[in-house]
């Protein structure tokens, strides 16, 4: 796996919290969208739930979902 891969979600996440202290789901989904993130991760982030989320919160519903999806080794965890 590429250290390119591994470092995609932290990107996004840096990126996604860049000015905001919390965001909402929707804000989350449609940066993912616009930043061509791969399918895989597009699906994680959409299993976010509703309502607006501090930085710490999305990390921990992120690295759990990709925990559970086995794909941790691939793309790491955020933080």
Not at 3 to 9: F, G, V, Y
Not at 23 to 38: I, Y
Request: glycine share 8%; charged share 25%; proline share 4%.
């Amino acid at each position: 796996m590429a250290d390119d891969d591994r470092q995609m979600l932290q990107g996004f996440i840096d990126v996604l919290f860049h000015e905001a202290k919390h965001v909402s789901r929707l804000d989350a989904v449609l940066r993912a969208e616009a930043l061509d993130l791969p399918d895989e991760l597009r699906g994680i982030i959409e299993l976010l739930p509703p309502g607006s989320h501090a930085r710490h919160q999305i990390c921990n519903q992120l690295n759990s979902a990709l925990k559970g999806h086995g794909w941790n080794s691939a793309y790491g965890t955020v933080e």
